[in-house]
């Protein structure tokens, strides 16, 4: 059995686009008003996504409580972007997590 979990896109208020992956016992439409309420925007893509054999999301099908379709490709590419899947560097934990943070690896494991 192949599991596959639900996802939004949301153009964000701030202009940046965000991917959100969540499980289907959710509906789009309840994620998607928190979302809104947060952050602000619009949804611009939802369906639902899969991690395939090579590790990468690829997002299909459509959110019926939305009633908006996945954009596949693009979806699937915001989502290999935002989480790291696509990048050719392969980081430490460390380094993912001081840039996050704006620290150098060290920081990171020293505190």
Not at 7 to 25: A, H, K, N, Q, R
Not at 64 to 82: A, C, P
Request: charged share 20%; hydrophobic share 35%; proline share 1%.
């Amino acid at each position: 059995m192949q599991w596959r979990s639900k996802y939004i896109v949301m153009d964000t208020s701030m202009g940046g686009m965000l991917p959100v992956v969540f499980c289907e016992i959710m509906s789009h439409a309840s994620v998607a008003a928190a979302l809104q309420r947060v952050e602000g925007g619009d949804v611009v893509g939802a369906g639902f996504c899969q991690i395939n054999a090579e590790g990468h999301y690829v997002c299909y099908g459509e959110s019926t409580s939305l009633q908006i379709k996945s954009r596949n490709d693009v979806d699937s590419k915001v989502l290999n972007k935002m989480f790291g899947v696509n990048t050719n560097e392969h980081k430490t934990f460390g380094e993912l997590a001081g840039s996050a943070f704006g620290q150098d690896e060290s920081d990171v494991y020293n505190s």
